[in-house]
């Protein structure tokens, strides 16, 4: 059972980037899908999430509006547009197999974690 979380790199402000969570050995599609991120020296949060049961998203107050999460077949995206100075971090995505209409922040609650993609936003 996996978990692997792609897509970061170096980019502009106010650019973006499309980050990927794919599993392996269970289907992702069951599971609550959180992202994460941390940055150096500070914290874990969690910014983005999406339900197992209809397919909820929720988004912290500083993404919303830049951040988008959705799901695809069997893989689980989060988009981030107009990327500021504080997205840049180690991105996580994490899976919990509770089945809820609302997905949690609370890294506590989540089962499975993959290892992280850097995003680092340059100005």
């Known amino acids: 059972v996996q978990l692997q979380a792609s897509g970061g790199g170096f980019v502009k402000l106010g650019g973006s980037l499309r980050l990927s969570c794919s599993a392996s050995?269970?289907?992702?599609?069951?599971?609550?899908v959180g992202w994460f991120r941390q940055a150096p020296g500070k914290e874990r949060e969690g910014v983005s999430c999406?339900?197992?049961?209809?397919?909820q998203p929720r988004h912290v107050d500083s993404v919303k509006g830049r951040f988008t999460v959705y799901r695809d077949g069997d893989m689980v995206y989060l988009q981030m547009d107009n990327l500021k100075s504080w997205d840049t971090a180690v991105y996580f995505c994490?899976?919990?197999?509770?089945?809820?209409?609302?997905?949690?922040?609370?890294?506590?609650?989540?089962?499975?974690w993959g290892q992280g993609t850097q995003v680092t936003v340059s100005s």
């Open positions: 999406i339900s197992s049961s209809m397919n």
């Open positions: 050995g269970f289907n992702l599609n069951y599971y609550a």
């Open positions: 994490a899976a919990d197999a509770t089945r809820d209409v609302k997905c949690s922040f609370n890294g506590h609650e989540y089962d499975i």
